[in-house]
């Protein structure tokens, strides 16, 4: 069992930088391949990026590459988000999840986060 929270959200102009942060419990986190999602108003669950339980394979959704960087600390049970050069585009809530495989669907995904607002204006 992994419980996820997750912070850093808030509002900020666009080319600004935000890093989310996503706190696990469990003493399997480890073993998971963590993600980052986010839904916008309206709009489905979309893939943002993910990391390896080892922390050595990274992927990210094309809208995002190039501007977020996503990370893990094993020590402190922790993944994080660094989110640069913010558009209104990524306007969402952002989730944090922990699933088994390298995948960008959110349904290989066990375990969520109850979500973090960030909203940039333009």
């Known amino acids: 069992q992994v419980q996820l929270v997750e912070s850093g959200g808030g509002l900020v102009q666009a080319g600004g930088s935000l890093r989310l942060s996503c706190a696990a419990s469990?003493?399997?986190?480890?073993?998971?391949?963590m993600g980052w999602f986010r839904q916008a108003p309206g709009k489905e669950r979309e893939f943002v990026a993910l990391?390896?339980?080892?922390?050595?394979?990274?992927n990210y959704a094309d809208s995002v590459k190039g501007r977020f960087t996503i990370s893990r600390d094993t020590a402190k049970n922790t993944v994080y988000l660094q989110m640069n050069r913010l558009k209104p585009d990524d306007t969402a809530v952002y989730y944090c999840?922990?699933?088994?495989?390298?995948?960008?669907?959110?349904?290989?995904?066990?375990?969520w986060g109850q979500g973090t607002q960030v909203t940039v204006s333009s």
């Open positions: 999840a922990a699933g088994g495989p390298l995948s960008k669907s959110p349904h290989e995904y066990d375990y």
């Open positions: 990391v390896s339980w080892s922390g050595g394979t990274t």
């Open positions: 469990g003493r399997t986190f480890s073993t998971y391949t």
